[in-house]
């Protein structure tokens, strides 16, 4: 894989992380979240609220089964950092940057590289996969009843199904991830840690900013 391939890949990566970051920002805003309680409990409002939520949740779903596709084909980390440049073609390719525009003292990146390849390790191991992929192929990609994806993992034991922190989970280490990548590709900073958190910090302050829809709708 060259380097134009990889900055396609890489920048197909982050366009999916862009939105997920978003998403993923919602649904934290959402979980065990008080003033939701107080805003719609009791009122019929609250219906499209769901619809909204369950819709973000399966985009979400869908995001982390893509970002951790295994076909030869896709665009997911598996198969970029399959390919991707070990730490001393990196920081060459730093360096050389550096150089040609006349930067001194470039990154030593070494630190920054064990940290991703041990995010990068922690996130392929995280127990949500299996259930998160079985979801994918069963119901929202396609409608089947007893799917590969499923034959293969019950072949190493019981899928256990994942909660919304599991999916929250994966998929803030996830992006996470696609940054950290980006930023020893190219050097642009990894935006999504602040993207989060500001993004949850808007969410938030929707529905502070909410009134109580029961107490509405008993006046219409």
């Known amino acids: 894989m060259n380097e134009a391939e ?3 890949k890489m920048n197909a990566l982050r366009q999916d992380a862009d939105q997920a970051a978003s998403q993923l920002a919602f649904i ?3 979980i065990d979240n008080p003033v939701i309680k107080d805003r719609l409990d009791g009122s019929t ?3 499209a609220w769901q619809v909204a939520k369950a819709g973000v949740e399966q985009s979400l779903i869908l995001y982390c089964a893509r970002a951790w596709d295994l076909s030869r084909d896709a665009i997911s980390l598996p198969i970029l950092m399959a390919r991707f ?3 001393a073609d990196v920081k060459k390719k730093r360096d050389d940057w550096h150089k040609k525009m006349g930067i001194a003292n470039a990154p030593a990146l070494d630190t ?3 940290a991703f390849a041990a995010a990068y390790k922690t996130a392929k191991e995280h127990d949500a996969h299996a259930h998160l992929r079985v979801l994918r192929s069963e119901h929202f990609a396609h409608r089947v009843l007893l799917s590969r994806d499923r034959q293969k993992f019950e072949a190493s034991g019981p ?3 994942a909660t919304i922190n599991d999916l929250v989970s994966l998929a803030d ?3 996470r991830i696609v940054g950290d990548m980006g930023y020893l590709w190219d050097g642009l900073v990894n935006p999504y840690p602040d993207m989060i958190a500001r993004s949850e910090g808007y969410c938030r302050e929707f ?3 909410l009134p109580v829809y029961r107490n509405l709708e008993k006046s219409d």
């Open 6 to 8: 990889i900055d396609t």
């Open 207 to 209: 529905w502070e900013h």
């Open 28 to 30: 934290r805003s959402n």
């Open 159 to 161: 899928i256990i199904d």
């Open 112 to 114: 920054e590289y064990a």
């Open 85 to 87: 440049p070990s730490l």
């Open 173 to 175: 280490q996830t992006v």
């Open 45 to 47: 409002s609250g219906y």
